[in-house]
């Protein structure tokens, strides 16, 4: 189960919610949040193809359809779609063109590979937290600053 | 470079509660051949090659360009800068095949083999039809679990975790013996099973063909590797076996509003007749590529629609040496290797495919419909 705590950062009260990390890195960014399961596939490839500056997801079921994600902390509950998620992750990572870090209830295997990967061959850092219950993340506001932390597998809401 | 790979396998099975690794005996690899979307692991793949490494066990890819169409496909082909490279390298570490299907070829891994697979048409058919066992792998996993012949013992390895979870109930409305209602039950299994595993009741009569095309509905709208069907699949002698004398930990019906309501939010509409029309994604088998000419029998393609017929190569040249190339070429359908749904067919887009309407935003309509819009074009009143 997630530990909650709050701690003191300066004179504001931080809200902690551990988790599982995927994989490692610390960012900072603007949360964008879904209750919607995510292709990541069929979100990103199109912005891929095009070479894109930002990052419009192009799943047109999708409640983000047209959604710039590009530098956001992307939260959603857990992963859905092909297998190519792996690989179309790893683009984005080593390309800096989607999101910072992705927060979710329940990753798996294929989505962290894109970002473990990304660190083992590219030397590049993406952190991925799961295991923290859908219900404390869809309080997170829109817009509201986050700060993952991938090498000790939590999120701190600023 | 193979540490490196064998760290992924690793970190990951550490992650996910592996307590050790597994030798497998067959992989499945996905490379999208060579969008510009694939560079990051095309590098890592050319530094494979250049290292020499092989893989361990049988590895197949998936699809590839389809030379045949070289000329309809001049302004497309351009796009997949990276295909020629990819071919050389995988060929180079010993991958062949370039089949989203490749249990039709000899990569048919047996009831009970721990495999690596990527491409979630072909994982889901492998767990649910074959009996074999591979987690959804993807993302380079999959060559580095070729080359090392092993994986990580996590997931859907695991017996326990074969067991299935959502029990799906078929409404009596629902005419079974229409592919177009299993396709559309695939696309909302998906969405209600997620990540979990499906067991539906009351398909005791479905072919493994429509539960290829119905499985790969469910990976699309959902990330469904494993789907029971007692009486069926291997591991579901009946409903008991599949939920392994557990209770479902729930239970949905499935009924045709329901079925209309999927097909109306993932067709893409077009007002205009369609430049392209798709059948098979996944790739269709030697049988359902026959059904197909055989409904086209004494029937011409309009001028200005391509009808594509999409299977592996070893059926296409198989197709061509038989009686039915005759129908083939009376009806001027192109039967293709291509991947329907990576190769940027010019829309207006129409499929049968419950997977290629979802990723191609394409206008989804049953196998009859899509032949006569081919033959015929839309009538409008």
Not at chain 2, 129 to 140: D, F, I
Request: net charge neutral; with cysteine.
């Amino acid at each position: 189960m997630n530990v909650l705590k709050s701690q003191r950062r300066g004179l504001k009260l931080t809200k902690i919610l551990k988790g599982r990390s995927l994989s490692k890195g610390i960012v900072e960014g603007e949360a964008i949040v879904t209750r919607q399961p995510f292709s990541i596939s069929a979100a990103f490839i199109f912005a891929l193809v095009q070479n894109s500056k930002k990052c419009k997801i192009a799943d047109r079921t999708h409640e983000l359809y047209k959604k710039d994600v590009k530098d956001k902390i992307l939260i959603f509950p857990y992963p859905i779609g092909t297998t190519t998620l792996g690989f179309v992750l790893l683009e984005t990572i080593v390309r800096k063109m989607g999101p910072k870090a992705i927060v979710c209830e329940e990753g798996d295997p294929l989505m962290s590979s894109g970002a473990v990967a990304a660190e083992i061959f590219f030397d590049l850092k993406f952190p991925i937290i799961d295991q923290i219950d859908f219900s404390e993340l869809e309080k997170i506001k829109n817009n509201t600053i986050v700060k993952v932390n991938g090498d000790e597998g939590y999120i701190e809401i600023l | 470079m193979l540490s490196k790979l064998l760290k992924l396998i690793v970190k990951l099975g550490d992650t996910f509660g592996a307590e050790k690794l597994i030798e497998i005996s067959s992989a499945h690899t996905v490379l999208n051949f060579g969008l510009n979307f694939v560079n990051a692991s095309a590098k890592v793949l050319h530094q494979m090659a250049e290292d020499n490494l092989k893989v361990k066990v049988r590895t197949t890819a998936d699809p590839i360009i389809d030379m045949d169409y070289a000329d309809e496909f001049k302004v497309v082909y351009p796009m997949f800068i990276l295909h020629d490279q990819l071919m050389k390298d995988l060929e180079q570490i010993g991958v062949y095949g370039f089949t989203c299907t490749p249990y039709f070829l000899d990569n048919k891994p047996k009831s009970g083999d721990h495999c690596a697979w990527s491409e979630s048409s072909a994982v889901i058919y492998l767990n649910s039809v074959l009996g074999a066992r591979s987690n959804r792998e993807g993302g380079l996993v999959d060559l580095a679990c070729a080359v090392t012949g092993k994986t990580a013992y996590h997931g859907l390895h695991i017996t326990e975790n074969r067991k299935g979870q959502i029990l799906f109930k078929l409404s009596a409305d629902i005419n079974l013996t229409n592919v177009f209602n299993l396709t559309s039950i695939g696309l909302r299994i998906g969405e209600i099973a997620g990540n979990k595993i499906p067991v539906i009741d009351g398909l005791s009569d479905i072919s493994t063909d429509n539960l290829k095309n119905l499985g790969a509905a469910s990976a699309s709208t959902g990330a469904v590797a494993l789907i029971h069907v007692p009486n069926v699949t291997p591991e579901a002698k009946d409903l008991n076996e599949a939920f392994q004398y557990d209770k479902p930990e729930e239970i949905v019906e499935i009924d045709m509003k329901d079925l209309e309501e999927v097909r109306e939010k993932y067709s893409t509409e077009w007002a205009q007749t369609p430049q392209n029309i798709s059948i098979g994604c996944p790739q269709l088998s030697e049988e359902e590529v026959i059904n197909v000419l055989k409904k086209l029998k004494g029937k011409k393609t309009l001028q200005n629609i391509n009808l594509w017929i999409c299977t592996n190569n070893k059926v296409k040249e198989s197709i061509k040496n038989s009686e039915f190339n005759d129908i083939l070429i009376s009806s001027g359908a192109k039967i293709t290797s291509l991947c329907p749904t990576l190769t940027p067919l010019p829309r207006p887009l129409t499929t049968n495919s419950a997977k290629a309407c979802f990723y191609s935003h394409a206008s989804y309509r049953n196998l009859d419909e899509c032949i006569k819009i081919a033959t015929e074009g839309i009538k409008t009143d």
